[in-house]
T-cell receptor
């Protein structure tokens, strides 16, 4: 039974399109995250939600909009996709927001913008 | 501005030997450190962590050492096994900033 799942696993699209990535966790956690791993392999936090409230919003273009319909889901919508958006996007969840809490990651969504 | 640095992109060791992965950090506010392991096409999985009030934490074959004065931590794997072959990420958090900051990762290859 997958703890943190993401769909789709692969996404290939044209510049200018709008796309969404979905994330679901069945761990009962109250905090969810989106990370981006770019070509340089750095894993960088983009957003975090705690109990459906946005608590971390890094310097990310406003073309990226997270939505948390409930504690178990955090979706990422990207408007007007650009070449530089190509990356692997990871969803994660944890119980609590403290930096000492373990985060559980999904398998990632590889986004390729042509 | 890399606050967490893993200067070795890759490391190759023989099965049964010790693997030592290193991590340096620059932010003095970091007070909690974690290691994550990542296999290809999977998300990172938590391996071991250490608080800044300790200098060593051990879990089975994995030991993390923290040298606060040098702002350096290391992960020791003894004995190394082929299944340990993966990318290892060092991460840190601290102060009022509870988000995790990750290093770039080190690819460990354990040869049979």
């Amino acid at each position: 039974d997958t703890a943190v799942s993401q769909t789709p696993k692969y996404l290939v699209t044209q510049m200018g399109n709008d796309k969404s990535i979905k994330c679901e966790q069945n761990l009962g956690h109250d905090t969810m995250y989106w990370y981006k791993q770019d070509s340089k392999k750095f894993l960088k936090i983009m957003f975090s939600y705690n109990n459906k409230e946005l608590i971390i919003n890094e310097t990310v273009p406003n073309r990226f909009s997270p939505k948390s319909p409930d504690k178990a889901h955090l979706n990422l919508h990207i408007n007007s996709l650009e070449l530089g958006d190509s990356a692997v996007y990871f969803c994660a969840s944890s119980q609590g927001t403290s930096g000492v809490t373990k985060q559980f990651f999904g398998p990632g969504t590889r986004l390729t913008v042509l | 501005d890399q606050q967490v640095k893993q200067n070795s992109p890759s490391l190759s060791v023989q099965e049964g030997r010790i693997s030592i992965l290193n991590c340096d950090y620059t932010n003095s506010m970091f007070d909690y450190f974690l290691w994550y392991k990542k296999y290809p096409a999977e998300g990172p999985t938590f391996l071991i962590s250490i608080s800044s009030i300790k200098d060593k934490n051990e879990d089975g074959r994995f030991t993390v050492f923290l040298n606060k004065s040098a702002k350096h931590l290391s992960l020791h794997i003894v004995p190394s096994q082929p299944g340990d072959s993966a990318v290892y990420f060092c991460a840190a958090s601290g102060g009022s900033n509870y988000k995790l900051t990750f290093g770039k990762g080190t690819l460990l290859t354990v040869n049979p």
